[in-house]
């Protein structure tokens, strides 16, 4: 069950919209060419709005056409109706929506005509997420297998028949099965040597970090996961990326500690203990369980107590960031780094994720020796 907008969208002369006698035959002309999607159309209302613009409305029995004539040309129509089936196109892209294009081009002279595909209105589950750069992306959702509302955040897990179970935490996708490529470009894989380490990773609920880990030998692996909600679904609904390595949260060279990594980060400080790699794998809004401040003075105190936790002359720290088109909070994440009292040599990756659809952006910085 899900509402169906069809966006049709043509450019035209002004004239024909400021003219009313050419408006009126611009509208007559357009209604032939949707009524075999819509069925036959009657006009409910055409009206002027503010900005020398106008609208106008028409309904047959099951769908309704809304059309907005811009006064510099532009004409968005949106075609809707209702489905009992999520999936079921009335007016399928590939073939109705070319041959529209194509008459509305012939018809109005128009170099620039568009018809997008049906946009689904509040199906049961929802397939929209963005890129990090506000790009609209739909995922073929099959259901959803988790979800709970822990008490730090909503945690689900979508199934989804391209990227396999995909991880979302606060509506944002974290990690799907599909997802090795952010996993191993989060580790700098084949470029980083991790055997014999002593490894932290902050966040990570999801497992996979500290799964590939384990395959490298490293001495030992220290995850502290403020939600231990999000650990218990992963490993049950993503265990093709997190293994078996959280069915027990005590292993032989690792362990998984439920609780604040920033509370933990500062205890380490205290004792003087440090890392030769500290992974920041956090939400991309941590989780703080006391009040946290504008979110870029939060990110740059955390990375402050992950750089002390990081030995000198060799640790280093390593995070994900964001999309590879985000140039601006990019810029903002190095500056994060510059502005420690810690001085490090910071080198930046990116890898195409699968379930995000973009190049990710991923950074290693090496804490230069005191
Ligand atoms: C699932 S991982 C993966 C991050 C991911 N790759 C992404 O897209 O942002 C993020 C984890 O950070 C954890 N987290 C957030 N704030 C935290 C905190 N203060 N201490 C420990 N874990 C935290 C969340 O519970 C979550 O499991």
């Given at each position: 069950?899900?509402?169906?907008?069809?966006?049709?969208?043509?450019?035209?002369?002004?004239?024909?919209?400021?003219?009313?006698?050419?408006?009126?035959?611009?509208?007559?002309?357009?209604?032939?060419?949707?009524?075999?999607?819509?069925?036959?159309?009657?006009?409910?209302?055409?009206?002027?709005?503010?900005?020398?613009?106008?609208v106008a409305l028409y309904a047959s029995d099951t769908m309704t056409l809304s059309v907005k004539l811009y006064s510099n040309g532009l004409v968005t129509a949106t075609v809707e109706y209702y489905t009992d089936q999520v999936n079921e196109h009335k007016i399928a892209n590939d073939t109705h929506g070319r041959a529209l294009e194509k008459q509305l081009m012939a018809k109005f002279g128009c170099s620039v005509a568009k018809v997008l595909p049906a946009i689904k209105r509040a199906p049961p589950v929802n397939p929209y997420f963005t890129s990090s750069d506000d790009r609209l992306l739909e995922y073929d959702v099959d259901g959803i297998v988790f979800e709970e509302q822990s008490e730090f955040q909503k945690v689900q897990i979508y199934s989804t028949k391209s990227f396999g179970n995909l991880l979302v935490l606060d509506d944002l996708q974290n990690l799907a099965e599909k997802d090795l490529?952010?996993?191993?470009?989060?580790?700098?894989?084949?470029?980083?040597?991790?055997?014999?380490?002593?490894?932290?990773?902050?966040?990570?609920?999801?497992?996979?970090?500290?799964?590939?880990?384990?395959?490298?030998?490293?001495?030992?692996?220290?995850?502290?996961?403020?939600?231990?909600?999000?650990?218990?679904?992963?490993?049950?609904?993503?265990?093709?990326?997190?293994?078996?390595?959280?069915?027990?949260?005590?292993?032989?060279?690792?362990?998984?500690?439920?609780?604040?990594?920033?509370?933990?980060?500062?205890?380490?400080?205290?004792?003087?203990?440090?890392?030769?790699?500290?992974?920041?794998?956090?939400?991309?809004?941590?989780?703080s369980p006391t009040p946290r401040g504008q979110l870029w003075d939060f990110l740059r105190t955390i990375l402050g107590l992950g750089m002390q936790c990081v030995k000198p002359g060799t640790g280093k720290y390593m995070t994900h960031a964001i999309g590879i088109q985000c140039a601006s909070a990019l810029k903002m994440f190095e500056e994060q780094f510059e502005a420690q009292d810690i001085p490090v040599t910071l080198t930046r990756t990116s890898h195409y994720v699968p379930s995000f659809m973009e190049f990710w952006c991923f950074y290693q910085a090496t804490r230069k020796a005191a």
């Open positions: 069950m899900a509402g169906h907008s069809v966006p049709v969208d043509f450019r035209v002369n002004p004239a024909k919209i400021s003219n009313p006698v050419e408006r009126k035959t611009l509208l007559q002309d357009m209604l032939p060419l949707i009524e075999p999607f819509t069925g036959s159309l009657s006009e409910i209302s055409v009206c002027e709005v503010p900005g020398g613009n106008f490529p952010y996993t191993h470009g989060l580790m700098n894989k084949d470029n980083e040597d991790f055997a014999g380490k002593e490894i932290l990773i902050l966040g990570g609920g999801d497992g996979a970090l500290l799964w590939e880990l384990l395959k490298e030998k490293p001495k030992f692996v220290t995850m502290i996961d403020i939600d231990d909600v999000v650990m218990k679904a992963c490993r049950k609904h993503m265990k093709s990326v997190c293994g078996t390595c959280m069915d027990n949260y005590d292993g032989e060279n690792y362990k998984i500690i439920v609780g604040d990594a920033i509370a933990y980060m500062k205890d380490y400080i205290k004792e003087g203990k440090q890392f030769d790699y500290v992974f920041g794998d956090l939400t991309d809004v941590p989780i």
